[in-house]
């Protein structure tokens, strides 16, 4: 069953029943303001942190779905009949149904906008929320027209539900929340403020003056109402009231008088700031219905120069679709809002995970060179100077030029933290953080050309400053001391698997990881001159001999072992005989046969594949065991024990493409795409645009049931699996490599990709049928070596190029 379209046209995804079972979110937001939105209206918003800078409450997981949002109500003011232009919170019964006179919804989300619409009793409305580039505001941008052929008095309500700003707080200690703020009404304008923190407010206004308001949230909605039926949108008229404590909201209601065939238009401004300094010249701003549509228009142009970096046409209508628009939204999502906030995390941690950032900046670069290297740096800063990277942190704590906010005494003792207590010792490391960082430095270095960039000296998390270069030696370094006697990585907290705890064992997984981030460095060390090139490729020989001789099981590579010295992950095993995470590693890190990369993806597919992607593990652990970690705790096919876990999925499309199958490696892409799971909504349950972060596997009852959209490093890896793998088109230091690795039945496909200044048009012709193998190569119509990089061209040039496979 579908709910929705892609429309490939507008670059968006049309909901075209708004009672999908599960809320489908967007992010709107590209700054500091970000707002959580589903197609339904609900989520929430915050100013920079989903911890701390909280503007709108949310009720997470709660009865009904996706309850507060940010809601416009029409109110009929002829018979007191009330709708809301999204579908929810009023919930009319639906046309769609059969419902004689029913309501007609869609929601459309978009890159970084979402649009409401509903016709109901010949009233059209539409509600487009953004978030503009430079402003911390939300605009909605609200249209009513009058399609019956009687004039139309209608009551048209804004309302928001106002968060205090930490959310420990707001959810935990309601003696702050409810009696530390309060809301005033004055020019329009409703403000939220926090009398004790008095650089904290937040605002919402409209276009045109109001006829009535409300900011508390119980004058609005009343006693024993909720969203669904306001006691001030029934009556057409809010109570004029606010007041220093209780439950903040900011409700506007106007009253608009519709001719026949007559539209109006009004503005709803959410925002962040106090109403004198921000507020009013907010809403003068955006009361000109002309800044209005040049924001959108310059939102769009913001999205599409970031597609216009990289597009693809390819004869894969859903992986067009997808990395075109939809891969790249999320991955840039994950880059620029992190891993907390959406409807499953909802924002009670802050900063960044050292593991999930350090991957996903890998991704964007392209597209998003600024926040890259801005995360880049605040990774390089959370490193420890023995290596390894603090798992989970603040940047802000470690940035010289972060902002800090007045101390004021608070009447609850909080014991104050020193920069010391940050920095956790080798009992909280996780054995992989720190390798991530280094691929990702040198694929930013490729990307911008930036080679100065290894030589700028960042400080490690505990002050000392070396430089970039040397960040990236201590990280291999760490790695390198923290084997065991057979010369297997040790297994610390945890590795990329946050559930397989192999403190005291040992891990395949890192020792990978730690060849791959070696081979990395190895790739700028080495046309650099650097002086430790030797002792690097003697680190790498000395990995692969271990890998060959300790951790091939037969016929895929095992696990690793426990601090009891049991192995893991071999076919000898009961349970866990064989996992996903690490068979690609060897493949990708360059350290083993293409007999045992093509032996472990074939026992990939065979014990792990099914039709919604590869499972985790198999078979499920049933037996909980603590030396192999908490994944033994998990019930079978759900999360890290036998679910489809989405991220991983990626790796194996990647060692395929290296190993010349690209019939397999799309073969693996499609299994888990969500694109192709839009007319299977009754199993998915997750919106098909969005990557989530596992599926249920076949050992459970839900199999097929997809969890925990958005928040995932799947997007990232998948974009960089597609773009640079399968359709081949990599940057290295001195020149673009042109590889691709694509199913035999293709013809070809085109790539328009901008790197480093220039734009290079590259189309791949497939005469024979073959997967892999350029065996011809124009630039700009002059044949060159097809083994051979193509080198750089100055800025701005339009470079042709035609690879031929063959
Ligand atoms: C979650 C974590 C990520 C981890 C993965 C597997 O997605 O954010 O860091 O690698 O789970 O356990």
């Known amino acids: 069953m579908r709910y929705g379209h892609f429309d490939v046209e507008a670059d968006e995804y049309v909901i075209e029943r708004p009672d999908v079972p599960v809320s489908w979110t967007n992010y709107l937001g590209t700054k500091n303001l970000c707002t959580v939105l589903s197609h339904n209206a609900g989520g929430y918003s915050y100013c920079r942190s989903s911890q701390q800078g909280r503007i709108t409450r949310f009720r997470p997981n709660g009865v009904p779905l996706d309850r507060p949002g940010h809601y416009v109500y029409l109110r009929d003011d002829a018979d007191g009949d009330v709708w809301s232009v999204s579908w929810q919170p009023v919930g009319k019964p639906l046309a769609a149904d059969g419902v004689p006179d029913g309501a007609e919804y869609t929601a459309a989300h978009g890159l970084g906008y979402t649009r409401f619409e509903s016709a109901y009793r010949g009233i059209r409305a539409t509600q487009t929320v953004f978030v503009p580039l430079d402003d911390d505001v939300e605009v909605w941008d609200v249209v009513v027209h009058n399609d019956s052929d009687a004039r139309r008095e209608l009551t048209v309500a804004g309302y928001v539900e106002f968060s205090f700003h930490t959310i420990t707080i707001d959810n935990e200690n309601l003696q702050m929340s409810l009696y530390a703020s309060g809301s005033s009404y004055a020019d329009g304008i409703i403000e939220e403020d926090f009398h004790y923190e008095p650089w904290t407010f937040h605002f919402f206004a409209s276009s045109r003056t109001p006829d009535s308001y409300d900011s508390l949230r119980e004058e609005f909605v009343g006693p024993y109402r909720t969203e669904a039926n306001p006691i001030a949108v029934e009556r057409g008229h809010g109570s004029n009231r606010s007041g220093t404590t209780q439950n903040q909201c900011g409700a506007l209601l106007h009253k608009v008088a519709l001719e026949p065939g007559e539209s109006a238009r009004l503005v709803f401004l959410l925002g962040y700031g106090s109403r004198d300094a921000v507020g009013r010249a907010m809403r003068d701003k955006y009361a000109d219905l002309a800044t209005v549509d040049a924001e959108r228009a310059r939102l769009r142009a913001h999205w599409r120069a970031k597609q216009d970096r990289l597009r693809i046409r390819t004869p894969h209508e859903g992986m067009d679709t997808m990395i075109n628009t939809w891969t790249l939204l999320q991955a840039e999502t994950c880059v620029q809002w992190s891993r907390f906030a959406s409807f499953v995390e909802v924002g009670g941690r802050n900063g960044l995970g050292f593991r999930d950032t350090a991957q996903d900046v890998m991704s964007v670069i392209h597209s998003n060179p600024t926040k890259t290297r801005q ?371 293709w013809d070809g496909f085109e790539m328009q990709r901008v790197w480093r200044g220039a734009t290079y048009t590259i189309e791949v012709r497939n005469p024979g049928h073959v997967s892999r193998g350029v065996v011809a190569l124009e630039v700009d119509g002059a044949p060159q070596d097809p083994a051979a990089p193509i080198a750089p061209r100055p800025d701005g040039a339009r470079v042709r190029v035609v690879a031929t496979l063959g």
Request: charged share 20%.
């Open 375 to 745: 995360r880049i740096l605040e990774l390089l800063r959370a490193q420890t100077e023995a290596g390894y990277g603090l798992h989970l942190f603040d940047p802000a704590a470690f940035d010289p030029d972060a902002p800090r906010l007045p101390d004021v005494p608070s009447p609850t003792i909080v014991p104050t933290r020193s920069r010391g207590d940050l920095i956790h010792g080798l009992a909280d490391t996780c054995s992989d953080d720190h390798l991530w960082l280094v691929p990702s430095v040198v694929e930013y270095v490729k990307e911008t050309g930036d080679v100065a960039f290894l030589d700028e000296v960042v400080p490690f998390a505990e002050g000392t400053p070396a430089t970039v270069y040397e960040h990236l030696l201590r990280a291999i370094d760490f790695s390198s001391a923290q084997v065991g006697e057979n010369g297997v990585a040790l297994g610390l907290r945890a590795d990329w698997n946050d559930c397989l705890n192999l403190g005291g064992g040992q891990t395949a997984l890192v020792t990978f990881l730690h060849a791959w981030a070696i081979r990395a460095l190895l790739d700028v060390a080495r046309p650099l001159g650097r002086a430790d090139v030797g002792r690097l490729e003697a680190e790498l020989e000395r990995i692969a001999t271990v890998a060959d001789a300790e951790l091939w099981d037969g016929e895929w590579w095992i696990r690793g072992y426990t601090r009891d010295g049991v192995t893991i992950g071999s076919a000898a095993n009961e349970e866990g005989k064989i996992f996903l995470e690490h068979q690609a590693w060897p493949v990708i890190a360059g350290i083993t046969t293409p007999e045992r990369g093509r032996a472990s993806m074939d026992a990939v597919r065979r014990l792990l594949g099914s039709r919604y992607g590869n499972h985790l593990n198999w078979p499920a652990f049933t037996k909980v065991d603590d030396t192999v970690g908490f994944v033994t705790r998990v019930y079978p096919g759900i999360k890290e024990n036998a679910a489809i876990f989405s991220h991983p999925n990626a790796w194996p499309i990647i060692a395929e493409a290296l190993l010349g199958r690209g019939d397999e490696a799309v073969a693996f892409y499609d299994a888990i795409l969500p694109y192709h799971q839009n007319d299977n909504v009754e199993v998915r349950g997750a919106e098909p645009y969005a990557y989530v972060q596992f599926i249920y596997g076949r050992d459970h009852e839900q199999f097929g049931k997809a969890q925990n959209p958005w928040l995932t490093g799947t997007a990232g890896w998948m974009y960089t699996a597609v773009t640079k793998y399968v359709l081949g088109v990599r940057p290295g230091l001195d020149g673009l490599v042109v590889d691709p690795s694509i199913p035999r039945d």
